[in-house]
Every structure is written in C-alpha cells, then in structure tokens.
C-alpha cells in the first residue's frame, strides 16, 4: 500500500508538471503576440511591454517555465493581469465551493446510482424499462440545460431551495446545503444513471455467480445475500467508475457554476479565460490537476478495500 | 440472456452462417433511425444557404419570440431571427467542431493505440506511461487554457479535446487489438509468413474496426455536450453567429416569459446527442453478435412417458419426490426432467448418477428450489419431512441450510471471494442458531475442527483465494454442516479437486455422515465415488430415471443397457492395456427427445419395439426398477459373458 502511495506520488508531480508545461508551450505557438492577442489591438506600446514583462514573454520559454514553476512549489500561482490578485488567494478562497459541489454530487450518484441498480438488478420489468427511460434522458441533455430547467422550476413556481448563488457552510449551514440541492441535482443525474446502469451488469453478474447459490443453499436470507455479498461484490468496477464520475463532476461544475453562478472555481476559471487571464487558468488547472490526483489515490484505496485479491497482489 | 443456461446445459444451437455487419446492422431499426438523423443534421448544415428558410442573423421586430407557426416553424427568437434557420446554421459549427475532434482522436489514438499492441514491449510500456499521464490532465481545464491562448478559438478548443481524449482512446484500441491479436486467423496469418504491418493493416485494423466505430461514436456524443457548453459560455464564434449552446444561453435569459424558446435549441442537442449515442450501441450489438450468433430455445411440446410408478423405500422417507417434472424456457416450455420419483429414507447415502446433460444437477437443484435462470418445477411433488416443498418459496427457505444443505462441485467459487471465511462461516452459524458473534465464532472453529481442518483460527482469518481448493471444498462442507442438515445435496463435490485429495474429502463425508446420521444424495459421474459411498443409486438418462437399484446390485448386475454401457466406460474398472469402451453418441437434446426409448439411439440391443412407444419404469422387485423393455436380452447377454 505505502509503494503505491509513493508510485501515485511520483506520478502526481510529473502530471502536474507535465500540464502545466503543456500550457506554456502551447502558449509559445501563439500566432502573433500573446500580450496583443490578449489586450487587443487598441492597447498602448507600454502597456504591451509592461504584459510582456509581467509574463516573462521576452525570456526563453524554459525560464519562463522553471521561474513559474518554482514559484508554484512555493505556493506562489503568480498573480491574475486583470485584477492584479495573487492567483493562490483568489483560487483558495473557491475552492471549498467546487469541492462542495463536487463531493456532494458524487456522494448522491454513488448512494442513488447504486441503490437504483440493486433495485433493477433484482426487479425485472418497470424498474428497468424506467431506468433505462431515464438514462436515455440523462444521457442526452446536457447538464447545463437542466440546471436551466431547475432554475427556472424553482426560481418561478416553488421556491423550496434557492436557485442560485451559494450560503458558506460557516454561515449557515442548512443554507449552505440548501444551496447545493439544485447544483448537485444538476450535476448528479448524468452519473447516476451511468452508475445505476454498471450496477445493475454488476449485480447481476454477481447474482448469477456460484457463491450466491450456495448462499441461498445455505438457507442465508435473500436480503442479506444482496446487501452483503452481491454489493460488496459489485462494489469493486463500481468504485473506479464513481472515480470517473467524480472526475467529469469536476468538468461539469466549470458549466454549472455558470449557471447557479455559486463562486467557485469554475465561474472564476471561465470569466478568466474569457478575459485570457492565463495565470488564473494555470492556477485552477493545478488545483484541478491535484484533485483529480486524490480522486485517484482514494480510488485505489478503496479499492483495495474492497478487493483482497488487488491488496496481495500490489 | 434468460434462457442462455438451458441452451447452454442442453441443446447444440444449429450451426447457421453468421451474417455480415452491414446486414446485422440494418437490422435495427433504432440504430438505422439514428443514422438517418444524423446524416439529415449534417446534410442540413452543409446545404444550409439552400435549406435555411431564412437568414439566421437577420433581424424581423415584428416577429420577435413567437412560438411555432408555419412562416416560422420553430418560432423566432427575441430578436425576431428564425430559429430553424439559426440551428441549421448552428449546426455547422456545433458538428463541425465534433468532427474535428473526433477526426483529430482518431488520427492519433488508432495509430497509437495498434502500434502500442502490435509492437508491444518497451514501446507499448512507454506509450502507456504517456497515456496514464495525459489521462489524468484535467480536460476541461486545457481545453479553457487553449481558448484563452487562442483567443477563443473554437477550432483550438476542439483540437485539444480531441488531442486530450486521444489517451484513453489509444487505450481501448490497443485492448481491441490485442484481443484480436488472440484470435485464430492473425496467428494463421502469422505461420503464413506475412510482416506485422501487413497483418495489422490488411487483419487486425478492420476486425477491430467495430470498436473503433462504437468509440468514435460515444466520444462524437460526449464532446457534443462539451462544445454546445462552451458555446453557452460564449465561447467559439461571437453573436450574433448562430451556435447551438448560445442559443440555449440566449432562450434562458427569457425563460420565465417565452419557455418554447428553450424548447427547439435544447432539443436539438438531445436529439443529435441521442442519435450519436444510439448509433454507437447499434454498431456495438452488430458488432458483438457477428461473433455470438443468437440462439433460440424451441419451445417443442414433449412427449410425455406414461406415468411411472413409484420407487419404494424401506422407510419412512425424509425426502419424497413424486413426477418431478422440470422445464426451461418461456413458461419452463422445454421439459428438461421427465416425472422423476425417488425416495431418500434418513440417513441413507444414495447416488444420482448420469452423463452430462442427463438432468441429475437441474434435479439436485430443484430440490433446493435453486433452479437458475429460466428453469422452474412445472409438474409434480417433492416432499421433504412430511411438507411440500414445491412451488412453495417460503417452505423452501425455511428448509434451505437446516433441512436441506448443499455442497456445489466447484470449491473455489463457492465462497464469496470478497469476504473471509470467518466471517461467511459465522453467518451461515448465526443465520441458523441467532446466536452472538462470539458463540457463532467458537461453533465455527468447532465445524472447521469437525472437517479435520489443521489450523482452524489461521483459516478464518483467510480469504477465499488464500486457501486450497482442498481446504475450500472442507469450508464448504463446515459452512452445509452448519444448519445441522438431515439431507446434504453433494453435487460432483470431488470432481474440481485433486485425486488425493478427493479421497479425503470423500472419507469426511462419509464420517460426518455416520457421526450426524444425515442422508447424503451424491450427483456424480464417478462409479468410484458411487461404489465408495452410496448404498443406492438412480441413474438418469436424458432426463428420466432408468434404473435404480442397491449399490451391489447395479454394479454387478445393472439392468438397464445404459448403465451397463456407463459402468464400462468407467475409468476405474478398465484393464491395463485395454482399450476404454465408450458409448457412441451423445445424450439428445431436450428438444430431440424421441418418443420412444430415450437410449435407444446408442443402444446396442435396441429393437423397433423401444422406438416406437415410452417405455414405463419396471419393477424388478428386490426394490430395483429398470425403464428397459429388452432386461431378457441384456440377461442373456450377461450369462453368456460369465459363461
């Protein structure tokens, strides 16, 4: 377990590095000038200089990457043109709201995507024809739509939970998670169905296995069998996919954020781009890259968890 | 998928010609029906100057946010633009941003992905690494860095999606390569001398192809979601240019007043997604089903014996099966067990002998109302302690582990392989006596010492894979033992396991059996297990019992022509330097069943009379029966082999 935290690790430095550097080359096949495309055409020869120099534009692009780097190890993302704020304060002080959200709808696809495929696993007919009904529904409109949906539903007719904006949970916490229903809504119902759907495969691959026959041999009650053994089971390809869901969550925020406008990361990573406030971009993109690491480091933990098998053989 | 057991256990699917993928595609109609929609978007956004009622930028005040009507057949937007003509037009940049992507994904991930597979090695291990890396770069993020830098372009947004998703993409084809690298015909290419290029170009690519095509799809659907969302964040083209994602951006800033206007530009991105995502299965079942030709179960009536009579027992039975009668299939149409009647007195030790596909295991399950897939009892009784079990789930698992106990033939899938084996030795212990973990704990050492078990604290510790498929079957047998059972269902219980070690876990058997004087019915093949352990065996054949008899008895003298051919063939009874007999043919299929005698095909003394009517089961007192009509003949032939 210790060598595969430490392998993640290595990894993690050479993602980080290699993003990161992959940014600032695609940076230096820019046509044209990069201070002019990003200030326009009506900008003042000082004021171009001035940007050139702020990014390092004039030095070769290995210095310009070791000096940003170095800075970052340090905790110095650089600081945003536009605003002139140190890129590490504005991104610390988003973060909680897309991890808010984040984990929040992760922690809704894994307890609903799985109860759901239990569910159709052992109950043919309605229950799987709705959920593949649903899935077709999820899969095809795209969360930025429904969010609009969820909005306008609760914005107009029933206002149970605010339709947008974002409470902290220092000031109150029931308002901060009633803040999250509808962003995590949003976010949630793609991943549900695609979690309810690898359950169900799973449960059922499980419940056809040999083990659970000689379970049900054995006189140990259906429910136990499909709680216990079947989920435990199931819960192994299950796990790598929540990770990949919580990934696209992440991605699905940066358009979610947009339009419950709650001040995360992604709203700040968008306004930026619109505004090619590069260091912003850069500095989301680390934390970015950092929170996809742990999605992977606890993933492989769980499952590890979860597998006997995978923790004698790492 | 539900009748697959019986198809698989019983019946030889027809050989027929698999057809083509073409063919196989066209036949489904989802699938077609979303090819359609997509080649009409896109000819729809390539023809747009001719097929576009209007000009989508141009501005009508008098016509502004209008529902559907026949000037304007999706309405108009605020201000006063057609909205059909804006997503025709809309449509050029949403999947032409789509199809750059997904041209860019495959330009590298397929050359990638095969070089990966074929050349394999080092090459293969770095491009992974590579590929592990760029799989874990935040997406999204590089995507928004590149239309920062190039000053939000689009076409650069979609060529980096594209670049990105080319990582996991060069993943799946390489797997995709290298299962086709197993298959028969690129190692016959490889005999036949031509170079890997050739093999990989000219074989692997277009078997592979299917995948390809399947991906491609999935990933044209999922970046529609992504550049229809960056659209709606205002990136690509500025207004007024017609995109789909900012037309949904423009419609819900009026929602509230005008929703039909969220209707036709959200809609579009459901369809065009929904077909992308449609094709893909489509060309994923075809695909998968030129490899797996579908197979039919025949629901043919059977023709059903005349009703047998019934098999006496000494005693008061413990388990009386009366006309057991067992179908798979729609409504269990294909009969697999034919009105099978035995008893099992308390404690007797009987053997259930057949060849595969004779119906003894289906039987054996049955018994424990265990019938997988399709399978259900459609006639007859089965009795157990004076109850009736059949049709009955309630009765069933009450009596499941406590009076009825199972021990499956395969020890290493029997346990779960996620959980230890204290902990599954302690439920089965805790389901039967409710009592506290402790107690449940030191009964299970207790069960594990009683199945000679060595270091029994060690092995609850254990998890499945950590233990012997010896010490497994023992689990097992612990975990039956641990409702106290009066009946334990032994199916082919040696037959995974290794020849020393079946001998002991059959002498295990055979002593708990005398120390706890429950009955065991063994299912087995094996003439030694049966001579060994049991004091009575049935034999079946193509579902129906053919003869049963005293152990001594039917080993000496069978009575029916099948069991003698069997106890021949048998392994442990050949002379060196003999050849083996064995019985010419195959056990008939359910569905090819005959009428008449059932063996008669294979059988040497077979006269028309056996073919021509069912054959009732005999009874040759001294409590044997025999379904056979020609016993004179077989007698006959025994005296002149003694003689």
Known sequence: MLALVLRRAVMSIVLVVVSTLAIFVLMSFV???????????????????????????????????????????????????????????????????????????????????????????????????????????????????????????????????????????????GGWLASLVLPVTALSIAGITIVAKQMRDSARDALSRDYVRVLRATGIPERRILLLHVLRNAAVPTTTLLGLTAVSALSGAVFIENVFVPPGLGALVTSATLRHDLPIVLGVGVVFAIIVIVINLLVDIAYGVLNPKARVAR | MSTAPATAAFATPPRRRIPGFAALFLRKPVAVGALVVLVLLVLAAVAAPLVAPYDPIVQDTSATRQGPSLAHLLGTDVLGRDLLSRIIWGARDSLGGVALAVVVMLAIAVPVGVTAAYVGGRVDRVIMSIVDVVMSVPNIIMTLAALAIFNNSMTAAMITVGVLASAAFSRIFRSAVLATRRELFVSAATVMGLRPLQIMVRHALPHAGGVVLVQASLFAAATLGIQTGLAFLSFGPPPPAPTWGGMVADASKVLATHPWMFIPTGGVIAIATLALGLLGDGIRDANAERFTAPTRV???????????????????????????????????????????SFD???????????????????????????????????????????????????????????????????????????????????????????????????????????????????????????????MAQRVVIARALAGRPRLLIADEPTTALDVTVQAEVLALLRSVQRDTGMAIVFVTHDWGVVAETCERALVMYAGQLVESAGIDDLISRPRHPYTRALLASDPHGARRGELLPTIGGTVPSPADWPVGCRFAARCPLAVDACRRAPIALVDLGAERTSRCIRIDALVAEEKGATA
Request: charge should be negative.
């Open chain 2, 344 to 470: 099992i007195a308390p404690g007797e030790v009987v053997g259930l002998v057949g060849e595969s596909g004779s119906g003894k295991t289906v039987t054996a399950l049955a018994l424990l109302g265990l019938l997988g897939g399709s399978g259900r009892v459609t006639g007859g009784s089965i009795r157990f302690d004076g109850r009736e079990l059949a049709g009955d789930r309630k009765a069933f698992a009450e009596v499941r582990g406590s009076g009825i106990a199972y021990v499956s033939q395969e020890p290493m899938t029997a346990l779960d392989p996620t959980v230890r084996v204290g902990a599954q030795l302690i439920e089965a212990v805790r389901h039967h006596d409710g009592c506290s973990r402790a107690v449940a704990r030191r009964r299970a050492l207790e069960l594990l010492e009683a199945v000679r078990i060595r270091e029994p604290e060690r092995v609850l510790r254990s998890y499945p894979h950590e233990i012997s498929g010896g």
């Open chain 2, 298 to 340: 025949r629901g043919l009536e059977q023709n059903r014996a005349a009703v047998d009579e019934v098999v006496p027992a000494a005693e008061e039975p413990l388990l009386a099966v009366r006309d057991l009668t067992i179908g798979f299939g729609d409504r269990g149409a294909l009969t697999v067990v034919d009105s099978v």
């Open chain 1, 31 to 173: 046509p044209g000038d990069p201070a002019l495309t990003i200030l326009g055409e009506n900008a003042t020869p000082e004021a171009l200089e001035r940007l050139r120099e702020q990014l390092g534009l004039n030095r070769p692009l290995h210095e310009q990457y070791a000096e940003w780097l170095f800075g970052a190890l340090r905790g110095d993302l650089g600081t945003s043109i536009f605003s002139g704020e140190p890129v590490a304060k504005l991104v610390w002080l988003r973060l909680g709201v897309t991890v808010s959200l984040m984990v929040g709808s992760t922690l809704v696809i894994a307890v609903v995507g799985i109860a759901l495929g239990l569910l159709s696993a052992v109950r043919e007919g309605w229950t799987g024809r709705l959920l593949d009904a649903v899935s077709l529904v999820g899969f095809a409109l795209p969360g930025f739509w429904i969010g609009i949906v969820l909005v306008a539903m609760f914005a107009v007719a029933v206002r149970i939970f605010p339709a947008t904006g974002y409470i902290p949970p220092t000031v109150s916490p």
